[in-house]
């Protein structure tokens, strides 16, 4: 079965949540003997591991919002003769031209609603401008897939304000690596994108707390446009020689920090780091949102009310001096992961929905 998969970004240029996604969606269908086709806007190879990679010129309608807009032959590419057309976020520019391709050329077409509505919501221009899109572009993207796939409950809510029928729960899933030693390297990581979104403010406010009690080190991984921000706060709050922004990092790096995390921290609406973080077994001290829970379990971690500076602080020093309910905590994320989020059982129930419209 030839799946095309449309993003905006991919990897190895972008490795951020939907990214990764895609990538390891297509890698295992790939493994289950079926032929995942990205097109994207990011500068990547036609080959990614494996993976059959079609890359477009693009511009930003909004310069400061990752929200490319692609050429003209990216939508009759699209019209073409393929057996499924599934976009990834429904405020992408890429899965609305997606939508009208597939209305074109005849082709099913599946929606993976993985936006929830937040990112860059600090900002006047899109409190104003995503309601209207909402009731435009963004909803005629919702309403004309033949299946919606809502990963999440605030997803789901989302997309049930457009449709009833055809909307279909299936949660993220990782691709677990084999178990290997880990190495304590002595620092509380954060790894992810420098949005208000996923809170990195509350971790940098926490660290002159944490500080009071133990000498450790923080590292913050990851571009956005909080990052000079940070720093200035980081040095503002005196703690910038114990604070290492270390910027965006290729997913090898970051899984390799990761590994080597004492603690690792989700403070807002954590990415897919969480999942991977959980995974390793690592100790979590996360935001109270439905999105993290579910992404790791109940029991899984030292939840945090979001903004909760000094609660934040206070779970981070017991991760750090308990040893044992880190331990106990990082097998059971890692228990749960395995159990629930296993990206073939994922694959699998994807494949369904692909021959159920195919049939």
């Not at 390297?185 to 954060?190: I, S």
């Not at 829970?293 to 001096?321: H, M, Q």
Request: net charge neutral; aromatic share 10%; with cysteine.
């Amino acid at each position: 079965m030839r799946i095309i998969h449309v993003t905006p970004y991919f990897v190895p240029e972008v490795c951020a949540g939907v990214e990764i996604h895609v990538y390891e969606l297509c890698k295992q269908l790939l493994r289950m003997g079926h032929e995942p086709v990205v097109y994207t806007c990011s500068d990547v190879p036609g080959e990614v591991d494996g993976i059959e990679v079609y890359s477009f010129p693009s511009f930003r309608p909004i310069p400061t919002i990752p929200n490319p807009c692609p050429s003209p032959r990216f939508f009759s590419q699209l019209s073409k003769e393929n057996d499924v057309i599934h976009a990834h976020g429904q405020e992408y520019i890429t899965s609305f031209i997606a939508a009208l391709a597939s209305r074109r050329g005849g082709v099913p077409f599946i929606l993976t609603a993985h936006n929830v509505g937040r990112s860059f919501q600090e900002r006047w221009y899109v409190r104003i401008l995503r309601p209207l899109l909402y009731h435009s572009f963004f909803g005629y993207t919702i309403r004309s897939a033949d299946i919606v796939v809502a990963p999440t409950e605030e997803a789901f809510d989302i997309v049930s304000r457009f449709r009833h029928e055809g909307i279909a729960m299936i949660p993220h899933g990782i691709s677990c690596l084999p178990e290997v030693e880990d190495e304590d390297g002595g620092y509380v990581l954060y790894l992810g994108r420098l949005l208000p979104v996923k809170g990195p403010e509350t971790f940098v406010r926490s660290i002159p707390l944490i500080l009071s009690q133990f000498k450790v080190r923080f590292i913050v991984a990851g571009g956005g446009p909080q990052l000079d921000y940070l720093k200035k706060l980081a040095k503002d709050l005196g703690v910038l020689d114990y604070v290492e922004f270390i910027g965006p990092v290729p997913r090898e790096e970051g899984m390799e920090l990761l590994r080597r995390a004492s603690v690792f921290v989700a403070p807002g609406n954590a990415g897919y780091s969480l999942l991977e973080a959980a995974c390793m077994g690592k100790p979590i001290v996360s935001a109270n949102q439905k999105w993290n829970i579910s992404c790791i379990g109940p029991n899984s971690a030292i939840y945090v009310e979001t903004g909760d500076v000094r609660g934040f602080a206070e779970a981070v020093a017991k991760l750090l001096s308990d040893k044992e309910l880190a331990r106990r905590l990082g097998e059971e994320a890692k228990r749960y992961v395995r159990a629930f989020r296993d990206l073939r059982k994922v694959a699998e129930t994807y494949l369904s929905l692909y021959e159920s419209l195919l049939r």
